[in-house]
């Protein structure tokens, strides 16, 4: 009687959960066919800004260019192209930046974009106190409708990175409501949030640039291997992976790698031991990374290849410089595939260096000391792997590298005094400033410059560069340093490769033809461009 | 009996408070110690953010005053009702945690009562049938469960319910790509079942093992030797001894495994995308989000407090002599 019961139960129990089921798998494999008759999208990319959608309290990175117009952005060649802006001029004494503006931009709410909406937003990210560096600028002025004048403290190159930076909001409806209902004048109309899980978009009719061709974009938020489930089943169209995803076949999708400058690479302390402390109490120095034929015959063994197909799936391409595909990339400084690799050759910079193994225990020494450092490396994808190549290379020309693992709040004491697994790439060539200036060691932020390189010859490009009247200026200078900076030079990285950013994308999307993504990545820069190509 | 009731609560609460200021200054005092960097946590990995603007963002937040001199300006503001705003979202704490406390309960209720229920039921069969093969079989699916990982589970869940057989959506808490206004309570539940179902199955183990091994002992003393004898069946003697012998120790266990459950959510949460509290503890505490970090600690002590307090109180109703104040062993 009670077991009948019991039975009885749950087949009434397995009834209801299948039929729910039934529906909804019916749905599932309709429903993208669905999406893809009426233009719309679901796409599982990047994080969500947990703050909103306020462009002067926080940058939100490539999202930001769904709602908004951006003043300049990048284009496919790496140079400037205007946006929201129809040009710029730098007065000679390199101080004033004028900038013009179209006048035919609206925000979503119907209102026409002016200069003093320009203004009004580069005015609050400064004073917001949040992670927007615009304390090169003096005072912010709108001019007339469409001409917004930008007083600098100092010359400064690269300012238009920070004019490609911000997402304009409108002056009149920037209210305390603004970053959960934003309005801006991008490709795209905000229309819900649903905090913590998604955001729906509708294209915007009255955009100035090309019309988006995928008519609803939702943007979902969700765990990497989630989201590859989600493509799977159908609920999602395309979704960030990464490479060790990348192999396992799904049906109806495909694997999309865009290249990006999303760069890996070993900094190495370039000056010797000797006591002495940075800012914040850290030791400076390395006896062992100091000396260049260590640095050099690293960079000479690494087989970089390997690296790509072993560690990326093959989702990468060779990195030497760390610059791979930048316009400020100084061709001349680029290892080719005979000058890395190569183990023999190796060692012979490093027994002309004078290190040798007398005692035969395979670590070589010179003047009593050992080539041993330790690598210092932090979470992420593929570093730990890239690492573990970097250690099992060392080893077969003679150098022991210890691995150990940190996080970036952790590493300080030991920042300058070990070798330390980066990530670079951010498409800016500022950044140089960040990693070779001479000035920076030791300084306020530890990470910047934290091999304590100190070349005059380089510092004194890195001057000429920012003090350049703007990028195209600046370029001959940035490409300049990099005579000193690469393996050909004093080699204070040694760059490993450049991780593709992987996609699973559903049979029939496009990506369009997307830049070259830097680190963090830049895939809605191009978000008009995609479509279900037919 | 009245008084004594309100000198317990007068008791509780005040251990609460002392508790709740305790625990304060140890969070503080653990965030101030750990090597996290609030600024640079903030800025993440830009490289576009120099001394200066560091030095302003530390100025804006009052990350620049003695650790003291913060940690008392929090304290004066929350005890005036202000749990101040949050670094990360850039909102009010309590606006922040309300959002998320409500999806958080609603996982969590629900997976507390399902593992509360099969653990108990699960717990009794083995316990009756020590040693046989429900017993071994139970056990070991129990032990299996112990030893699984939530987040692993939780996408094997999504691999085989979700995209395999295709029942349930795969994340998040309401359809992708549907307006607030055309989202349907169905819809609600048919997202919740997978996440709840992930959590309440950790639970499950934890209850069984516990209500089994208690059955066990009890099954083997002399008024059960002694029921049995008299002839009682074995449907009598569990509903008549076992299940209220077993009772207090498992309401215990199911009221003190609040905690647990809100460590489990993190995982769920994490992985279903549903958009709880759990995700913001992570946050708040790897991003150094003190007053929002503060604001989830005292919600999830009080969250607990109150689990302990229920089960002290339900003793009470269910075993007369400790309403009636008398020591048992």
Redesign the interface.
């Known amino acids: 009687m009670k077991k009948t019961r019991i039975m009885a139960l749950l087949l009434i129990l397995a009834l209801t959960?299948?039929c729910?089921?039934g529906c909804?798998?019916e749905a599932?494999e309709t429903a993208r066919e669905e999406r893809i008759a009426k233009g719309?999208l679901?796409a599982s990319i990047g994080a969500e800004p947990?703050?909103?959608f306020?462009a002067t309290?926080?940058?939100h990175g490539s999202i930001t260019k769904v709602f908004f117009s951006t003043l300049f952005k990048r284009d496919k060649q790496l140079g400037w192209t205007n946006d929201l802006a129809t040009g710029y001029q730098v007065s000679p004494d390199k101080l004033t930046w004028t900038i013009t503006i179209r006048d035919d931009a609206m925000f979503t709410d119907g209102i026409k974009v002016k200069a003093e909406d320009v203004a009004y937003t580069y005015q609050t990210a400064k004073d917001?106190?949040?992670?927007?560096?615009?304390?090169m600028i003096d005072s912010i002025k709108p001019v007339n409708d469409t001409t917004i004048e930008f007083k600098l403290t100092r010359p400064y190159s690269p300012f238009i990175?920070?004019l490609a930076?911000l997402g304009i909001v409108p002056k009149h409806a920037h209210d305390g409501k603004f970053?959960d209902h934003p309005i801006g004048s991008g490709p795209y109309k905000f229309?819900?949030w649903?905090?913590?899980?998604?955001v729906?978009a509708e294209a915007n009719d009255n955009y100035y640039g090309e019309k988006p061709k995928i008519k609803?974009l939702?943007m979902?938020?969700?765990?990497t291997?989630?989201a590859f489930?989600?493509v799977?089943?159908g609920?999602?169209d395309v979704a960030q992976i990464n490479g060790n995803l990348a192999s396992q076949k799904v049906e109806g999708a495909k694997v999309v790698d865009i290249p990006s400058i999303e760069c890996y690479g070993v900094c190495f302390p370039m000056v010797k031991n000797e006591g002495k402390l940075a800012q914040d109490g850290a030791v400076m120095g390395n006896d062992v990374t100091s000396d260049i034929s260590i640095r050099k015959a690293l960079n000479t063994a690494i087989d970089r290849e390997k690296i790509v197909s072993g560690v990326l799936n093959g989702y990468g391409s060779v990195s030497t410089t760390g610059l791979e595909k930048m316009p400020w990339l100084n061709e001349s400084t680029v290892l080719d595939s005979s000058e890395y690799g190569n183990v023999q050759a190796a060692k012979k910079i490093l027994a002309d260096g004078g290190w040798a193994d007398a005692d035969h225990d395979g670590i070589l020494e010179k003047n009593g000391q050992k080539a041993e450092f330790k690598l210092l490396y932090t979470e992420g994808i593929y570093r730990q792997e890239m690492a573990l190549e970097f250690v099992k290379v060392a080893s077969e020309i003679g150098i022991k590298v210890d691995l150990k693992k940190t996080?970036?709040?952790?590493i300080?004491p030991d920042i300058h005094k070990e070798a330390v697994f980066y990530?670079?790439g951010?498409g800016?060539p500022?950044?140089l400033f960040?990693m070779f200036y001479g000035g920076c060691a030791g300084?306020?932020?530890a990470w910047?410059n934290s091999g304590c390189y100190n070349n005059p010859a380089v510092n004194e490009c890195i001057d000429k560069a920012l003090n350049s009247r703007d990028e195209a200026e600046a370029i001959p200078y940035w490409k300049e340093l990099q005579k000193y900076t690469s393996a050909k030079g004093d080699a204070p990285y040694c760059w490993l490769a450049n991780a593709n950013h992987v996609y699973l994308t559903a049979d029939g999307f496009s990506f369009g033809k997307p830049v070259v993504q830097p680190?963090?990545g830049r895939i809605f820069d191009n978000v008009t461009e995609w479509s279900w190509g037919k | 009996m009245k008084r004594i009731t309100g000198k317990f609560f007068a008791k509780k609460f005040i251990k609460l408070i002392t508790l709740l200021i305790a625990l304060c200054v140890i969070t503080f005092v653990l965030m101030e110690l750990s090597p996290i960097d609030p600024v640079t946590a903030y800025v993440g990995a830009s490289t576009k953010v120099g001394a200066e603007q560091r030095a302003l963002i530390a100025e804006h937040w009052g990350l620049n005053k003695p650790p003291v001199e913060r940690f008392m300006s929090w304290f004066t503001s929350i005890i005036q009702g202000d749990w101040g705003t949050s670094m990360i979202y850039r909102r009010p704490v309590l606006e922040v945690i309300g959002q998320k406390f409500v999806s958080s309960l609603a996982l969590m209720s629900i997976a507390w009562v399902l593992s509360g229920i099969i653990g108990f039921v699960l717990g009794i069969i083995a316990g009756i049938k020590e040693g046989k093969f429900a017993d071994k079989l139970i056990c070991a699916y129990c032990h299996i469960l112990i030893s699984t990982p939530t987040f692993w589970l939780g996408i094997l869940f999504i691999m085989i319910f979700a995209v395999k057989l295709g029942w349930f959506p795969v994340a998040m808490s309401v359809p992708i790509g549907v307006l607030a206004q055309d989202v349907s309570l169905l819809d609600k539940i048919s997202h919740i079942i997978l996440p709840a179902l992930t959590l309440s199955v950790l639970g499950i183990a934890n209850i069984c093992l516990h209500t089994r091994e208690k059955v066990s002992d009890i099954m083997k003393t002399d008024f059960i030797l002694f029921a049995k004898a008299r002839g009682e069946s074995s449907r009598s003697i569990v509903f008549n001894h076992v299940v209220k012998n077993v009772s207090l120790p498992a309401i215990t266990l199911q009221f003190l495994s609040f905690s647990e459950l809100f460590g489990g959510t993190i995982f769920v949460e994490q992985v279903f995308s549903y958009p709880g509290l759990g995700r913001a503890v992570v946050q708040s505490g790897l991003r150094g989000d003190l007053p929002l970090l503060m604001g989830i600690v005292i919600i999830s002590l009080v969250f607990v407090y109150t689990g302990n307090l229920v089960a002290d109180m339900l003793y009470r109703v269910i075993d007369p002599r400790i309403r009636e104040g008398l020591n048992i062993q």
């Open positions: 959960v299948t729910f089921a909804g798998k599932k719309e679901i947990e703050a909103g306020d309290t926080g940058s917001s106190g949040s992670d927007i560096d615009l304390t990175e920070r930076y970053k229309v819900q649903d905090k913590g899980e998604q729906i609803k939702t979902v938020f969700l765990d291997d989630t489930e989600a799977k089943n609920s999602v996080t970036w709040d952790t300080l990530g670079f951010s800016d500022s950044e960040n300084g306020p932020v910047d680190h963090g």
